[in-house]
């Protein structure tokens, strides 16, 4: 059996689902025909709010005030902080090498806040009770796409085609892959990328320490990696939890996971030079390995990548998502245009737009981060003191830094 549809995105994680949510909410006289396809299982609930240490989502991202805004415009946003979500005025960096430390205030560029931190499995949930409000959006969940056709060229009579694991065919103008960094579909299109290994792992989970995170994002970078507490919000305790994400070499942090979590607590509350007080307990801890990725190129006629599937970064700047729904934001701007033209969407004019579009911020994004993680590698000691010198005079540089906040925040744009 065949299904015909505009637009088919593979993947229902954050940036799939918002950019199916965006895609059907922008056009009101001529909506499109929308399938989601998702190889793990759809909920049909929110997910549970307790207040246990384990009952946070580990994986957490730094949503900026632009991606806040994109949320509102597409009716997700107040279900994402009526489930859970910590806001943060402030962010403090400093060298564990040294003086040198950068902090980072809201209230310097006139906001209320620099951003929120948010557990993914919240932000998705908001997103998928969305999506079931919306006419003309399908969604099928727990299919693993099986083959890909993709059509030579743009056309209305010749349409690209996905093959399902349950036998079903897909057909749309349009196919995009919202399916992560090690994206089946990218493989399936050959579509290359440019990849390589930081030699570092991270570590993610939940902590509870002896004081509060006082609505700041802290981060520390030391001599095997940067080490980052995330503030999480609670509506009833006085208990102070924090998201962590500790990168290191891969052979510290093979060393660090082997611990059991008292071993782990003391080690934690040493690195981060008890900033926050003891911890006092920890989640389960998850591990994986930190590599970059990009696509050297994001689109093919009747094809598309978006969000991780086109890039991967380092999570020390906390952009990843947010450059995610960038990606978003500017195809969804592109495929209404074109379809309010008559275009076929699939057409590689308008796709190469949105390349052309997107691809310079994420690399010059990819470069800052980059350029960020070698700089706080292990130097000799002259290196060490100029940079702990220039983290002082950027502190003091209050023109300069509020710029790189705007930037950050992504409301310079």
């Known amino acids: 059996m065949n299904l015909t549809y505009d637009i088919a995105i593979v993947g229902a994680g954050i940036a799939g689902s918002a950019l199916a949510c965006s895609l059907a909410t922008a056009v009101k006289d001529k909506p499109l ?21 384990n009952d946070f989502d580990p994986r957490v991202s730094a949503l900026t005030l632009g991606s806040q805004q994109f ?6 946003w107040s279900d994402i902080v009526g489930q859970r979500s910590c806001g943060f005025d402030k962010m403090t960096v400093w060298d564990a090498e040294g003086t040198g430390h950068i902090e ?11 951003g929120h931190i948010v557990e993914n499995r919240v932000t998705v949930g908001a997103l998928h009770q969305r999506i079931k409000t919306l006419s003309g ?14 059509a030579a060229t743009a056309s209305r009579s010749d349409l690209s085609s996905l093959s399902l694991a349950d036998g079903r065919t897909l057909e749309a103008q349009l196919i995009i892959a919202a399916d992560g960094a090690n994206s089946p579909l990218r493989k399936m299109a050959n579509l290359p990328i440019r990849e390589w290994s930081y030699q570092q792992s991270a570590i993610v989970c939940v902590v509870e320490t002896s004081q509060s995170h006082e609505a700041t994002a802290w981060q520390r970078f030391t001599e095997h990696g940067p080490l980052a507490f995330l503030p999480l919000s609670l509506s009833q305790s006085d208990k102070h939890f924090c998201s962590i ?14 611990m059991d979590d008292h071993q782990f607590s003391q080690a934690l509350g040493r690195a981060f030079e008890y900033r926050l007080g003891e911890i006092k307990n920890v989640s389960k801890r998850f591990s994986f390995p930190l590599q970059q990725r990009h696509a050297i190129d994001y689109v093919r006629p009747n094809f598309a990548l978006v969000a991780d599937a086109a890039h991967a970064i380092h999570p020390l700047a906390g952009q990843g998502i947010n450059l995610g729904l960038a990606d978003v934001k500017a195809l969804t701007e592109l495929i209404i245009a074109g379809h309010q033209r008559g275009q076929i969407l699939g057409d590689i004019g308008l796709l190469k737009r949105y390349q052309r579009q997107r691809k310079a911020d994420n690399l010059a994004m990819m470069a800052a981060v980059e350029g960020l993680k070698r700089l706080f590698q292990p130097l000799p000691l002259p290196f060490r003191w100029l940079r702990n010198v220039g983290m002082n005079i950027f502190h003091e540089q209050s023109q300069l830094k509020n710029k790189v906040i705007k930037h950050a925040m992504g409301i310079d744009r």
């Not at 949320?71 to 997700?76: C, D, Q």
């Not at 959006?137 to 890909?148: I, R």
């Open 33 to 53: 025909r929308i399938a989601v396809i998702e190889a793990q299982t759809i909920g049909d609930t929110l997910p549970s709010c307790d207040e246990g240490i």
């Open 71 to 76: 949320f509102e415009s597409i009716g997700v």
């Open 104 to 114: 980072f205030d809201a209230a310097d560029v006139r906001a209320s806040q620099l």
């Open 137 to 150: 959006v399908d969604v099928f969940s727990q299919q693993a796409v099986a083959e890909l056709h993709l």
């Open 245 to 258: 994400v500790w990168s290191q070499t891969d052979k510290e942090n093979a060393l660090t996971i082997a």
